[in-house]
C-alpha cells in the first residue's frame, strides 16, 4: 500500500515555474514507477509525466516536453514535477500516481495509486 500526498500547486503568472512535489509513504518507493497527470475542469485526466523506479527513464506528454522536468529522491520518497515557462493551458488540478508495474506507461487505468491532487492555475 502507497499513500501519496502532492503538494506546491498555486497561482502563477503566464511564463512563470512551480515546483510540485509528491511525497509517498512505504518502504518500496524506490520499486514504484511514478507519473504525474492532470485534469482540467471538464475534461479527462490526462498523462503528464512519467519517470522509471531507477530514475533513468522519463516520457513527458508532448504539449509539456522541454517545459516540465520529472525527478525523484528515492531517500526522501518524493517525486517533484518542476514546471517552466507555464502557459494557461497548463491550469488544472495534478495528480500524482504509482505503479509497481514497472514499465513507464501513459494510460491512467494503469497506475494503481494516487494522491488527492494540487491546484495549478496560471494567468495569462
Known amino acids: 500500500q502507497v499513500q501519496l500526498v502532492e503538494s506546491g500547486g498555486g497561482l502563477v503568472q503566464a511564463g512563470g515555474s512551480l515546483r510540485l512535489s509528491c511525497a509517498a509513504s512505504?518502504?518500496?518507493?524506490?520499486?514504484?514507477?511514478m507519473a504525474w497527470f492532470r485534469q482540467a475542469p471538464g475534461k479527462e485526466r490526462e498523462f503528464v509525466a512519467a519517470?522509471?523506479?531507477?530514475?533513468?527513464?522519463?516520457y513527458y506528454a508532448h504539449s509539456v516536453k522541454g517545459r516540465f522536468t520529472i525527478s525523484r529522491d528515492n531517500a526522501k520518497n518524493t517525486v517533484y514535477l518542476q514546471m517552466n515557462n507555464l502557459k494557461p493551458e497548463d491550469t488544472a488540478v495534478y495528480y500524482c500516481?504509482?505503479?509497481?508495474?514497472?514499465?513507464?506507461?501513459?494510460?491512467?487505468?494503469?497506475?494503481?495509486?494516487w494522491g488527492q491532487g494540487t491546484q495549478v492555475t496560471v494567468s495569462s
Open positions: 500516481a504509482a505503479d509497481l508495474d514497472g514499465r513507464i506507461r501513459v494510460s491512467k487505468l494503469d497506475y494503481v495509486y
Open positions: 519517470m522509471s523506479w531507477d530514475g533513468d527513464t522519463t
Open positions: 512505504g518502504r518500496t518507493f524506490s520499486s514504484y514507477t
